[in-house]
């Protein structure tokens, strides 16, 4: 979705709505950085922001609970160091509030199971793994309810979660054309740059977690040194040419990468590199521009990530403000399929 969202100048109207979250399993890489967090704090101005910590949606795969537990208030404090300031935003953590779980089960309910099936995320890790449980392929209809609960107008993800806001979508109108007007039907918004970063080692693949080569993925915690050496030994070809070739997977990759970091226009990068000789020259300002970019939030998520009793009061107030939002929403729901309230 175009940046001009950013931009919008709000005076008397109502703020619009945003929500997002990601999968508290570890150290954010630079995909979940470029493609999302990064892109967050800048619409703290602009709109009134929920961004949640998706514990619930871990779950769907085997998690060790001491580290689901750690990694949860550690996801809190990297929100924060990516300059979500908890005084502009809602921060939340998911399987704290009562209303996802109870709105997915409903929206479960129309879903076509087909349409899960249909998923590329879920045919993705299913083909990949033996041991599938159907938690894993319920996900997205969570995940429609995270959205659809707070009636969220714009959910900003990198590419790959495009589809699920898309059954969000259907599901809203669905419920709205059954049982009349009730959800916000929630758009996708996505950035140009950043929205597909690539393993630096397989540019064929995304930047994951999971990826089997270390040095295809940077951390938002990695050290100078070690960023300048994933760079520097990130997968490219003979050509020594700056240009954001399709043919060329690995070159593209890394001009997206430092266009990203910098805000530069993919034009005007290759314009400037056009003279450069070889890749070295060129991958070292890559380098460069993410040590940048990462130094601020490297050195906020030093300063508060053991500090517990603030991460848990971050959360508290989150979820403070959002429990009612989200009772609401889920009596209004009742009400209209004909539960009877309590
Ligand atoms: P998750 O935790 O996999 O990813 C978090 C965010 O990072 C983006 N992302 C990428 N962007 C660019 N390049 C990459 N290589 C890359 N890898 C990940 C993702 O698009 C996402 O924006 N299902 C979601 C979490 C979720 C959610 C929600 C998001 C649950 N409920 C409601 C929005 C609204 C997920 O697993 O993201």
Avoid at 183 to 188: D, G, L, M, Q
Avoid at 192 to 221: C, F, Q, V, W
Avoid at 276 to 289: C, I, L, S, T, W
């Amino acid at each position: 979705m175009p940046g001009h969202y950013f931009s919008l100048k709000i005076m008397d109207i109502e703020k619009k709505i945003v929500l997002t979250g990601m999968q508290p399993t570890g150290i954010l890489h630079l995909g979940n950085f470029l493609g999302a967090a990064n892109n967050w704090k800048k619409m703290l101005d602009a709109y009134t922001c929920y961004f949640f910590i998706p514990n619930q949606h871990a779950i769907t795969v085997p998690q060790i609970p001491a580290n689901l537990r750690h990694g949860t208030l550690n996801c809190v404090a990297q929100y924060i160091a990516c300059g979500l300031d908890p005084e502009k935003c809602t921060i939340f953590i998911q399987s704290q509030i009562i209303g996802h779980t109870e709105l997915a089960w409903i929206l479960g309910c129309l879903t076509p199971l087909g349409q899960l099936y249909r998923m590329h995320q879920f045919k993705d890790k299913s083909s990949k793994n033996e041991n599938i449980y159907s938690g894993l392929l319920y996900y997205p209809v969570l995940m429609a309810a995270d959205i659809l609960l707070y009636n969220a107008d714009f959910v900003p993800t990198g590419e790959d979660q495009k589809q699920h806001v898309e059954l969000a979508r259907d599901l809203a109108e669905k419920f709205n054309g059954t049982y009349s007007e009730t959800f916000t039907v929630p758009s996708p918004m996505i950035e140009k740059t950043g929205a597909r970063i690539m393993s630096l080692k397989a540019p064929e693949h995304k930047m994951s977690k999971s990826d089997p080569d270390g040095n295809g993925t940077i951390y938002i915690t990695d050290e100078p040194k070690i960023i300048q050496k994933k760079i520097a030994s990130a997968l490219t070809d003979s050509t020594n040419k700056i240009a954001n070739d399709p043919e060329r997977p690995g070159m593209v990759n890394l001009l997206n990468i430092y266009c990203a970091a910098t805000g530069i226009a993919t034009a005007d990068a290759e314009e400037k590199f056009k003279i450069y000789q070889g890749y070295a020259p060129f991958k070292k300002e890559v380098a460069d521009a993410l040590i940048a970019l990462l130094e601020p939030v490297q050195k906020k998520y030093k300063s508060i990530k053991d500090d517990k009793e603030y991460l848990q009061s971050v959360a508290q107030k989150g979820a403070e403000t959002v429990q009612p939002i989200a009772q609401g929403t889920l009596s209004k729901v009742y009400r209209k399929i004909g539960f009877l309230g309590n």
